[in-house]
């Protein structure tokens, strides 16, 4: 026996009948946001530094996606830093690093990276990651943006989403 699941409507879709009723351009280019509205909410340094070699410990060796750590750690340091691209690449290693923190090193909860926390942090990073990601790629390409697609796309691979994986992978 089949079970049919119906679903009430709680919205009118239909269009207001008013006069004062102005329908919206599509091609108003304020309907894309600019990356520089992006509101990034990195870590502080301490955990950045902990997801950073959790990246280089467990990831890097296999999928040497960024240069040297101490590249990125004078990049990091430096005004460059600051900049959206950097930004959305370092949080896409904390996105993708935060979900290994927990099994790669099940004693991180101390140093602030890991447990339960960890992994809503990372959930959240990724979120914002991906959103910046999707603004800057209409605006230009560039390899920083090639690497945070491809950590992003190896963290939806690792948690089972192959398709989706592919999906970034295929927008740049």
């Not at 296999?62 to 950097?86: E, F, N, Q």
């Not at 099994?103 to 960890?118: D, F, Q, R, W």
Request: glycine share 6%.
């Amino acid at each position: 026996m089949i079970a049919h699941i119906g679903y009430r409507r709680t919205v009118d879709l239909a269009l207001p009948e008013t006069e004062n009723h102005l329908p919206i351009s599509i091609n108003q280019r304020n309907l894309i946001p600019s990356a520089s509205a992006n509101q990034f909410d990195l870590p502080p340094v301490h955990i950045l530094s902990g997801l950073l070699d959790v990246y280089y410990q467990h990831v890097h060796p296999s999928y040497p996606v960024l240069p040297c750590r101490t590249s990125v750690d004078a990049v990091i340091m430096s005004p460059s830093g600051k900049s959206d691209i950097w930004s959305t690449l370092m949080l896409s290693v904390c996105a993708y690093s935060g979900r290994l923190s927990v099994s790669a090193n099940p004693t991180s909860i101390s140093s602030g990276v890991g447990g339960l926390a960890g992994m809503i942090a990372a959930d959240l990073w990724y979120e914002q990651a991906r959103t910046s990601l999707s603004v800057l790629l209409k605006k230009e390409s560039s390899l920083e943006l090639m690497q945070a697609t491809l950590l992003l796309a190896l963290r939806d691979y690792g948690k089972g989403s192959e398709s989706q994986a592919w999906v970034l992978v295929g927008k740049f």
